[in-house]
Structures are given as C-alpha cells and as structure tokens.
C-alpha cells in the first residue's frame, strides 16, 4: 500500500540512550529507532518539508506519570497532530507492546478501519480519520503509486529515508544501555551501502 501499512510485530526498542536532561535530547535517537515516521499513522518525515512537524512523544504523558519524562523506553515519535491529539490520553495501545497491524489497517479510500476495540480506541481518541487526517492519507497514498508507474526515480525519492539521517555514533549520551547499536543506525548502513533505497 506503499508506505502505509502498520507493523505486524511490536516494536522492539534497538537503542538504550539514557542520563539526558532533556527529552529533547533524545529526538535522534527517536527518529532512528521508528523510521522517520510517526508511529500512529505512518506520516513520514520525507513527506514534510520541515523538522517541527513531528515531536518526541511521551507514551505515558508527563502529566500522569512525571518520572517518565526523561526515560528512552517511555518516548516515541509522533507527528504533532497526532502527538497533540493523544496528549493526556493513557489508555491506547503502546506500539511498543502491540502490533498495530492486529489492531489497524488503512483501506483504499485512506479510512483507517479498527480491527479490535484497542484499534478503535487508536482511531477515535487519536482522531485518525478526521476529515483533514483521511484527505492528506488518501492523497498521499495515490502519489506513491503514481510516481512508482511514471516516474520511478521520484518515487524512489518520495519513499526513501530523509537525507538527514542522525548519525548515532557521534552521539553522547550520558549512558546507553545497548551501545553497540549505534553501529547499526540508519546513518551507519548508508555509508556501509546497507541502507534500503525504499521503505
């Protein structure tokens, strides 16, 4: 469905920075550890054109639980709309513990359909079927496949990852409970030549 179909396993954490002072600090590590894209309704980063669109999202919301603030295993990446539409809410599915694909799928039109109740909990409070949501989905799910047909090397670029890959390595975290996994961001494959050209 080029580009916007949900994982069919839980996410499984790759990296383990830990010891920032701010979350903010954190945003690199995010974006490579979920792709560049937000990780409740698939936007991409390569889709927008600036960096504000998407933020370091707390499953937990800082608000119920202040002692998540700061912890990697508490951070996502989501898109604004979708990260202020969840704001204080605490009973979704954690993509981290759930696979979204058991519980979402994005049909032709770019309706998200609920396939359990913990999926309809993701469409209704996360609002991923309002009005704005479904017409940017829809557009951006015939671009793909359009470009793929008649001009292959702008789809290669419309579905590739940002140019602006972190480069985990040079990173400092005060502490990192899986430090070899930095030889294994996204950044890393490129210059390796390992990076997919699509996604």
Excluded at 86 to 114: H, Q, W, Y
Aim: charged share 25%; hydrophobic share 30%.
């Amino acid at each position: 469905m080029h580009g916007f179909e949900y994982p069919i396993e839980p996410h499984v954490r790759r990296h383990g920075p830990g010891g920032y002072q701010e979350y903010e600090s954190y945003r690199d590590w995010v974006r490579d550890e979920f792709m560049f894209r937000c990780v409740y309704c698939l936007h991409r980063e390569q889709w927008y054109d600036r960096g504000t669109t998407f933020n370091v999202e707390h499953f937990v919301p800082v608000a119920s639980d202040p002692r998540g603030t700061l912890e990697y295993a508490n951070l996502l990446y989501a898109c604004a709309t979708c990260n202020n539409a969840k704001r204080d809410i605490t009973d979704v599915p954690d993509p981290c513990r759930v696979a979204f694909a058991t519980c979402l799928r994005i049909k032709d039109n770019g309706e998200v359909e609920a396939l359990n109740d913990a999926g309809q909990s993701l469409v209704k409070k996360l609002r991923l079927n309002s009005a704005k949501n479904l017409q940017y989905r829809s557009r951006w799910m015939k671009i793909p496949a359009t470009l793929q047909l008649s001009a292959p090397e702008l789809y290669r670029d419309c579905m590739s990852f940002p140019p602006n890959l972190p480069d985990l390595r040079t990173k400092r975290a005060p502490a990192n409970s899986r430090p070899d996994s930095v030889s294994e961001c996204w950044f890393a494959l490129r210059e390796r030549g390992n990076l997919p050209t699509t996604y």
